[in-house]
């Protein structure tokens, strides 16, 4: 998962990730780094600065659709969004 350092993430990040991460997903981040990178970015490009925290409590939503990932967003102010997940990044999880 070194396209990770790419993304700002430090080897102790990664190896939390694969610890903490249920083996599966771990897996997933390692088969489809395109579609985590894509929608990464996507946090971060809405303005959300805890970013990192937010991958890291729940990267299985990293691997979605990039296209459904944005829509997800899309239906909130940004705003509003922002707000909330730098309050709380968990809220992700009731998008």
Same mark, same amino acid.
């Given at each position: 998962?070194?396209? @990770?350092?790419?993304?700002?993430?430090?080897?102790?990040?990664? +190896?939390?990730?694969? #610890?903490?991460?249920?083996?599966?997903? !771990?897996? +997933?981040?390692?088969? $489809?780094?395109?579609?985590?990178?894509? #929608?990464?970015?996507?946090?971060?490009?809405?303005?959300?600065?805890?970013?990192?925290?937010?991958?890291?409590?729940?990267?299985?939503? $990293?691997?979605?659709?990039?296209?459904? $990932? +944005?829509?997800?967003?899309?239906?909130?102010?940004?705003?509003? @969004?922002?707000?909330?997940?730098?309050?709380?990044?968990?809220? !992700?999880?009731?998008?």
């Amino acid at each position: 998962m070194n396209y @990770l350092l790419d993304l700002g993430f430090e080897e102790s990040d990664i +190896q939390t990730l694969n #610890n903490t991460v249920k083996p599966g997903v !771990i897996e +997933q981040l390692k088969l $489809f780094p395109k579609i985590v990178e894509v #929608n990464y970015n996507i946090l971060k490009d809405i303005g959300i600065s805890n970013y990192k925290e937010v991958f890291m409590g729940h990267a299985h939503m $990293f691997l979605q659709n990039p296209n459904k $990932f +944005q829509a997800i967003f899309d239906k909130y102010d940004h705003d509003d @969004l922002v707000r909330c997940l730098e309050k709380n990044a968990s809220i !992700i999880e009731k998008l």
